[in-house]
């Protein structure tokens, strides 16, 4: 299956932006999704994650108050709604799904299973 991250583009700082995923090939249903980024020389960081089952979400520290992760099962999307963007939120973000839960999955150094093309999120200063 693919997963597919939509919606990034350059943002000057405060700005806003909402990315979107749509899997093709697998259901949101009993999954952890989420969100990871990583930007030029630095390591994947994860930054979002949604449990379906009890829809428990976690945020890395940095984004939260300022990210909102939410899923739409009726569209089998995944959103991530990105608020006061800062410089230091420059990077590809990735949409990305394991059969575990976030607990297991999300954190500063995420290891979903599943992930597809992300989409760059580039903010001006």
């Known amino acids: 299956f693919q997963l597919q991250a939509s919606g990034g583009g350059l943002v000057q700082t405060g700005g806003s932006l909402r990315l979107s995923c749509t899997p093709s090939?697998?259901?949101?249903?009993?999954?952890?999704i989420g969100w990871f980024r990583q930007a030029p020389g630095k390591e994947r960081e994860g930054v979002s994650c949604?449990?379906?089952?009890?829809?428990?979400?976690w945020y890395l520290d940095s984004v939260k108050g300022r990210f909102a992760i939410s899923a739409d099962h009726a569209k089998n999307t995944l959103y991530l709604q990105m608020t006061n963007l800062k410089p230091e939120d420059t990077a590809v973000y990735y949409c990305?799904?394991?059969?575990?839960?976030?607990?297991?999955?999300?954190?500063?150094?995420?290891?979903?299973?599943?992930w597809g093309q992300g989409t760059q999120v580039t903010v001006s200063s």
């Open positions: 990305a799904a394991d059969d575990k839960e976030c607990s297991i999955v999300a954190g500063p150094y995420p290891v979903y299973d599943y």
């Open positions: 090939g697998l259901t949101l249903d009993e999954k952890a």
């Open positions: 949604i449990d379906y089952s009890g829809g428990r979400t």
